[in-house]
C-alpha cells in the first residue's frame, strides 16, 4: 500500500519493484502476456539505478510532511519564555502530594525562584529561603 507520506509503497522503496499478489502472477493478464524477458531486465536494472533517487525524493517529502503538521500544530501554542529570576509555579507530582489531599487538593505548588538553566530545557527551582531543589 502507498503511504501518503511518501508516495511510495515501502516495498518499492526497499526492493525498487511493485509486488505482485499471487494471483496477480497466476492470471494471465495483457501486462504480462506482452512483457519480453529481456526488455524486463533492462527496465528493472534502470530502475535499480533510480532507486537512490526514488529514496531521496520520498524522504524530502516525509520531512516535508512531517514540517507542515508541525507547523500545524505549533500555530496554536503559546510560548513562554522563563527567564532567571522569574517566579513560577511547579506541578504536583505524586511524589510531592499530600498524603490525604484526594482529588481536591492542590495540583500547583510555590511560587518558585528559577535560580539557573541547566541545559535546553530543565532549570533549577529555589523557594522564598533560598533552598535550591533538584533539576526539573
Same mark, same amino acid.
Given at each position: 500500500?502507498?503511504?501518503?507520506?511518501?508516495?511510495?509503497?515501502?516495498?518499492?522503496?526497499?526492493?525498487? /519493484?511493485?509486488? &505482485? @499478489? *499471487?494471483?496477480? $502472477?497466476?492470471?494471465? !493478464?495483457?501486462?504480462?502476456?506482452?512483457?519480453?524477458?529481456? %526488455?524486463?531486465?533492462?527496465?528493472?536494472?534502470?530502475?535499480?539505478?533510480?532507486?537512490?533517487?526514488?529514496?531521496?525524493?520520498?524522504?524530502?517529502?516525509?520531512?516535508?510532511?512531517?514540517?507542515?503538521?508541525?507547523?500545524?500544530?505549533?500555530?496554536?501554542?503559546?510560548?513562554?519564555?522563563?527567564? /532567571?529570576?522569574? &517566579? @513560577? *509555579?511547579?506541578? $504536583?507530582?505524586?511524589? !510531592?502530594?499530600?498524603?490525604?489531599?484526594?482529588?481536591?487538593? %492542590?495540583?500547583?505548588?510555590?511560587?518558585?525562584?528559577?535560580?539557573?538553566?541547566?541545559?535546553?530545557?530543565?532549570?533549577?527551582?529555589?523557594?522564598?529561603?533560598?533552598?535550591?531543589?533538584?533539576?526539573?
Amino acid at each position: 500500500m502507498t503511504k501518503s507520506s511518501m508516495e511510495e509503497a515501502p516495498f518499492s522503496l526497499i526492493y525498487g /519493484v511493485k509486488a &505482485l @499478489i *499471487l494471483v496477480e $502472477v497466476g492470471e494471465p !493478464t495483457l501486462q504480462f502476456s506482452r512483457a519480453n524477458e529481456e %526488455t524486463n531486465n533492462v527496465a528493472l536494472l534502470v530502475k535499480l539505478d533510480l532507486l537512490d533517487e526514488c529514496r531521496d525524493l520520498a524522504y524530502v517529502r516525509m520531512v516535508a510532511q512531517k514540517q507542515k503538521m508541525k507547523k500545524y500544530y505549533n500555530r496554536r501554542a503559546n510560548l513562554c519564555y522563563i527567564k /532567571v529570576g522569574d &517566579l @513560577i *509555579l511547579r506541578k $504536583v507530582t505524586q511524589n !510531592t502530594r499530600e498524603i490525604n489531599a484526594g482529588k481536591l487538593g %492542590t495540583i500547583w505548588e510555590g511560587p518558585y525562584w528559577v535560580s539557573a538553566f541547566t541545559g535546553k530545557g530543565p532549570y533549577e527551582l529555589e523557594n522564598q529561603d533560598g533552598v535550591k531543589f533538584p533539576s526539573n
